[in-house]
């Protein structure tokens, strides 16, 4: 029913930055609240942020506040984060999430579809 893409991810150095993309092959896009996971080898996965159908709220991990910024553009069918400042403990690889419903989640298991992923490795 929904197809995810992720791109952007990449090889970036401590304090650079990053954009991480995520296409959605879908009816209508606006239906759905969307957000990004992260799972770095060895541990679960890891709510990132995540951003409600209009995308006139968003919630973030504590660990990203101030440094990462979760958007979308509904007449693109995209969801966007911005990454600043990474560090290397941001290494891991990122997912893009869609669900149904009128709220945002923190657990991978309300989420009912999922990109393929994309790597991005903070070097120091």
């Known amino acids: 029913q929904v197809q995810l893409v992720e791109s952007g991810g990449g090889l970036v150095q401590a304090g650079g930055s990053l954009r991480l993309s995520c296409a959605a092959s879908?009816?209508?896009?606006?239906?759905?609240?969307m957000g990004w996971f992260r799972q770095a080898p060895g541990k679960e996965r890891e709510f990132v942020a995540g951003?409600?159908?209009?995308?006139?709220?968003?919630v973030y991990t504590d660990s990203v506040k101030g440094r990462f910024t979760i958007s979308r553009d509904n007449a693109k069918n995209t969801v966007n984060l911005q990454m600043n400042s990474l560090k290397p403990e941001d290494t891991a690889v990122y997912y893009c999430?869609?669900?149904?419903?009128?709220?945002?989640?923190?657990?991978?298991?309300?989420?009912?579809?999922w990109g393929q992923g994309t790597q991005v490795t903070v070097s120091s």
């Open positions: 999430a869609a669900r149904t419903g009128s709220f945002i989640y923190r657990t991978p298991n309300d989420y009912n579809y």
């Open positions: 879908v009816r209508t896009f606006s239906a759905y609240v």
């Open positions: 951003i409600t159908k209009s995308g006139g709220s968003t």
